[in-house]
């Protein structure tokens, strides 16, 4: 495709619902990257994937929050059990291989309210 | 803890003005420094990138100044433009295959 691709664009849930978040890379891009966007907080590393594997879920801010990624392309952030501090955009980037010689390319975003 | 530390969070300049954005580290494992430049409802999009063996990094009317003593690096945009009010945000990459770490970034407005 032209770019990263994210799905939904924006997303309100209640608090206590699960949330399921999509993002399409790059195609060829084996790296993805999820990381959170909240007003005045910068950009916040979750997870990232080198292929179907995860070397670093670091940032993961809960058990609540979980990713995956299927066929070395699709993944899914899933939020289980909402709570309104995880109101924020939510950003996937892919690159060709992870490295300092590959720029991450981002989607657009997913905004989630909880409210 | 890795960190790469932004300033300011905001500014404000006139057309033609020269914005400067700051940046600062402590890590000295970083070896790439990113800046990405992000406008509203879109993901950041990289903008200029340098490595510590250079001093300075020219693209168009953007430039990256790296001073590797200091642990400090700054954008500057020349001749800036009302186009170019966006928030920027620098990064830096730990060597091996970990992620950048971002700075706060700052929110950038140039008035005509």
């Known amino acids: 495709g032209a770019g990263v691709s994210q799905s939904p664009s924006n997303k309100v849930t209640e608090k206590g619902k699960d949330v399921e978040l999509r993002c399409d890379p790059i195609?060829?891009?084996?790296?993805l990257y999820w990381y959170r966007q909240s007003l005045g907080q910068g950009l916040e590393f979750l997870i990232y994937?080198?292929?179907?594997?995860?070397?670093?879920k670091s940032g993961l801010p809960s058990d609540r929050f979980s990713a995956e990624r299927t066929g070395g392309s699709v993944s899914t952030l899933t939020i289980q059990r909402t709570q309104q501090e995880d109101s924020a955009v939510y950003l996937c980037?892919?690159?060709?291989?992870?490295?300092?010689?590959?720029?991450?390319?981002f989607g657009n975003g997913t905004r989630l309210t909880v409210t | 803890q890795q960190q790469v530390k932004q300033s300011p969070q905001s500014l404000i300049v006139q057309k033609g003005g020269i914005p400067i954005i700051n940046c600062a580290y402590e890590?000295?494992?970083?070896?790439?420094f990113p800046w990405y430049q992000q406008f509203p409802g879109k993901g950041p999009a990289l903008l200029i990138a340098?490595?510590?063996?250079?001093s300075e990094k020219k693209e168009g009317r953007f430039t990256i100044s790296f001073n590797k003593s200091a642990k400090q690096f700054s954008l500057h945009i020349m001749d800036s433009q009302p186009g170019d009010s966006a928030t920027y945000f620098c990064?830096?990459?730990?060597?091996?295959?970990?992620?950048?770490?971002f700075g706060k970034g700052t929110r950038l407005s140039v008035i005509a």
């Open positions: 340098i490595r510590p063996d250079v």
């Open positions: 990064a830096a990459l730990p060597s091996g295959n970990t992620p950048l770490v």
């Open positions: 994937f080198q292929g179907n594997s995860a070397p670093d």
């Open positions: 195609s060829g891009h084996t790296a």
């Open positions: 980037a892919s690159s060709k291989r992870s490295g300092n010689n590959s720029p991450l390319h």
């Open positions: 890590n000295t494992a970083f070896d790439y």
